[in-house]
Each structure stands twice: as structure tokens, then as C-alpha cells.
């Protein structure tokens, strides 16, 4: 019930926003909603599993989001 009130919430106020399943070696791992304003690119939600932490992924992920 919590990640459907997130995501109301998250598709009422950022219509724009793009929701993301995040995968690694074909498994999902987490989550992300990120929407990009002509200023700035805003996260709204990331999250990973805990089993794929301290890995170099969250930084190589932030850098892909940022270079879009």
C-alpha cells in the first residue's frame, strides 16, 4: 500500500517524471523516479537493494541520469 501511495502521490504532482525498474545482470535491484526540469533534474525516490550496495553502481547510475 505504501509504494501505491508514493506513486499516486509521484504521478499527481510530477506528470513528467519517468518511473524506473532498475536492473542489473537482468535482475531488479531498485527503483528510481526522476523528472527533468529545464534547471535542474530532480530525483524523487531512488532506491537499491541492499545486496548490491557499495558496488560503484549508484555513482555510475547518477552519472548516466546527469549526462541525459
Known sequence: MQ??????????????????????????CGRLYVDYWPAEIRIMDIGLLAGVRNRGFWSALLKRIMSD
Do not use: C, H, V, W
Not at 501505491?4 to 525498474?21: E, G, H, L, S, V
Open 3 to 28: 509504494f501505491m501511495a508514493q506513486d499516486k502521490y509521484y504521478r499527481d504532482n510530477y506528470p513528467t517524471a519517468f518511473f524506473f525498474i532498475i536492473t542489473l545482470e537482468g535482475s531488479d
